[in-house]
């Protein structure tokens, strides 16, 4: 199928990555798991496990060690954002695609804040969900159209809240970022994509994913929420 752009070659096809993306499907109804699953499976992802409660999913997480978890935030056992906490504390690189049934402001603010990179709304379309977890992998936030401010303003209240002592620009033992990441950095916090900031800056979006992927080496985070509020308490978005 073709997405609303007519350019299906990328959505959802592995063949920009030497290995499929392995996927992991967290839902406790066994058709709509199962029909996920088929999607991503014949859409070239590869489908490494699945589960039907929160238990499970952890559990099987840790073994399988999915690249994305498509997680439905309402499992029997354990809650999928405390799903979302585990699996991420114990293997950070594992991104998070929450695909619920549930728009409400508070589960997608509580879904970022245990983790996840992306909130996706189950009405989303297959093509819509392969590009989704395509991005997801690569950790690009997808969010379903009118979350992203809102995600965008979590961030924001996060940075306004206090945190832990973080060493200043400049100061003895400060990391140094180069100049790139510095203005990747800066349009991170002002809430635009990968692809967004590779056409504002002429970068390929690899190299995008590359520098920021530098910066959270560099500044000891782990994800994009860490990143956008270290940017947010410099001052960064407003510059």
């Known amino acids: 199928m073709t997405d609303s752009t007519g350019d299906s070659r990328d959505h959802g096809d ?135 401010g809102l995600v965008l303003g979590e961030y924001r209240r996060l940075a306004s809240e206090p945190a832990g002592p973080a060493p200043a620009d400049g100061e003895p033992g400060a990391p140094r970022l180069t100049d790139r990441e510095t203005e990747v950095l800066r349009l991170v916090a002002k809430g635009l994509s990968y692809k967004q900031i590779a056409e504002r800056l002429v970068i390929s979006h690899r190299t995008v994913q590359n520098h920021v992927q530098n910066t959270l080496g560099k500044l000891q985070l782990h994800n994009r929420v860490e990143l956008v509020r270290y940017a947010i308490e410099r001052g960064l978005d407003d510059e």
Request: hydrophobic content about 45%; proline content about 6%.
């Open 14 to 148: 592995s063949r920009d990555h030497e290995d499929p993306i392995k996927v992991m499907v967290v839902d406790d109804h066994p058709m709509w798991r199962d029909a996920v699953a088929r999607d991503l499976s014949e859409s070239g992802f590869e489908v490494v496990a699945t589960a039907g409660d929160g238990e499970q999913a952890v559990r099987r997480a840790k073994a399988a060690v999915p690249g994305v978890l498509v997680l439905d935030l309402n499992l029997p056992g354990k809650p999928g954002v405390q799903v979302c906490k585990e699996v991420v504390a114990a293997n950070p690189a594992v991104r998070v695609l929450v695909l619920s049934a549930s728009g409400e402001h508070a589960d997608v603010l509580e879904a970022v804040k245990s983790g996840a990179t992306g909130y996706l709304l189950k009405s989303a379309s297959t093509e819509e969900l392969r590009d989704a977890v395509r991005r997801t992998a690569v950790g690009d936030p997808v969010f379903t159209p009118g979350l992203a």
